[in-house]
């Protein structure tokens, strides 16, 4: 029942949601010619067992080597890729070890590639920062209120929203777990124990029933133990699959219903989409882990639960702009430094989405950073909350950020255009 009501409250309450120079090798051919120092060095290793031991002479074999590594054609030496870009069904499938291990050999001398690797995770790793100034004036505010007793403050404060929040944010967390997104794991978990401390102060105003209260601390703690568990090895695979079928049942119950709840009271206030919704997860959960699906219908659900919390939160920007159309004067009541702050911070993750070629999160980051963060700011901006040059300076940060991430990308590759790190992203190789 707390699944299927969650959008009642969510409806009156939003969450916030160098490159490497090529490798010169001098000899003696007609131009000069560059190569990757892999490629190089598996063509040297190949002819070099081909040509000098069958030759008596060794000088004259190692002329013959390097003639025919000469003639060789330059479109032979390529970049490898690290990451094989992940399609949508396939979004919350980890690389294997191996796989890793092998992408990290053929990359470990292109300084470019590795180096705008290092900035990626740096990037995701810091949007903790915005996200974490998002939720401590909330926090303060109630801390500041429990302190002088006023428990009633508190009650404005929707905590089925905040909880509808807190299941998209373990959702992600796992996504990110089973992936090793080592710093998007720490931020979905930043979000996860800001949330509950929020929870925690509305159950302490008694504005949450505790029973509830209860029940959600033991899936908070469930979800981050399984969470660490999984991600170092150590939790047997049997739990992390009825987790999993936990967080997929549970975002499918909350996304429609959320949907619907949106629209109230211009349609009847119900809570037969959550209701049906559940019923269907967990005919699609059982009939995936029973063999009654085809191998794209298992993985299909098993994409859902990071699907459904990515949505979860795309919908919340939208929830907002329905809500400045029906209340315009409401808008002033936005904090543009707020908005400011949810579009650095989902700004932060979009180049590391990119980089690994994840179409769900870079979905989610860009619909968030866009919508949610910069589409509020033009609300603010047009109804002249904001300055024109606090509205210009966002919008310009965001463009040259988004255009800098794709460049650095295309670069990274050794691509001629940022187009086809876009191509790869959504279409694959």
Partial sequence: MVVAAAAQGVAQSLLRPMQLS??????????????????VSSTLLKKSNNYLHSSSNGSSSLRYLISNICSSSPSSFHLHHRFKPVN???????????????????????????????????????ANIPFLLLQLPQILLNARNLMAGNKTALLAVSWLGILTGLLGNLSLLSYFAKKKETEAMIVQCLGVITTYVVITQLAMA?????????LTSAVVG???????????GMLPPAIWRFWEDFITVGGLSVLPQVMWSTFVPYIPNSVLPGSIAFVAAIAAVVMARTGKLSETGVRFVGALS???????FMWMPVAQ??????????????????????????GLMIPRALFIRDFMW???????????????????YLFNSISRE?????????????????WKDSQAYGYSSPLRSLKELVFGP
């Fill in 362 to 380: 870079f979905t989610g980051s860009t619909w968030a950073s866009f919508l949610y963060g910069w589409g509020n700011l033009i609300c603010l």
């Fill in 206 to 214: 008694e504005a949450m029933p505790f029973p509830y209260f209860v």
């Fill in 390 to 406: 606090f509205f210009v300076a966002s919008t310009a940060g965001l463009f040259i950020w988004i255009g800098l991430a794709f």
């Fill in 88 to 126: 949508a069904l396939d979004s919350d499938v980890p690389q294997s070890s191996q796989l890793r291990e092998e992408k990290d050999a053929l990359n470990k001398n292109d300084e470019a590639f590795k180096q705008w690797d290092w900035w990626t995770a740096k990037f995701a790793a810091a």
């Fill in 222 to 232: 469930v979800g981050v133990i399984s969470n660490f568990l999984n991600y170092f």
């Fill in 22 to 39: 090529p490798l010169h090798i001098p000899s003696p051919c007609p131009s000069s010619r560059s190569w990757n120092l892999p490629s």
């Fill in 321 to 346: 702009m329905w809500t400045n159309f029906l209340n315009p004067n409401n808008i002033k009541g936005l904090s543009a430094i707020s908005m400011l702050l949810a579009m650095i911070g989902n």
């Fill in 306 to 312: 990071g699907w459904t919390a990515t949505l979860l």
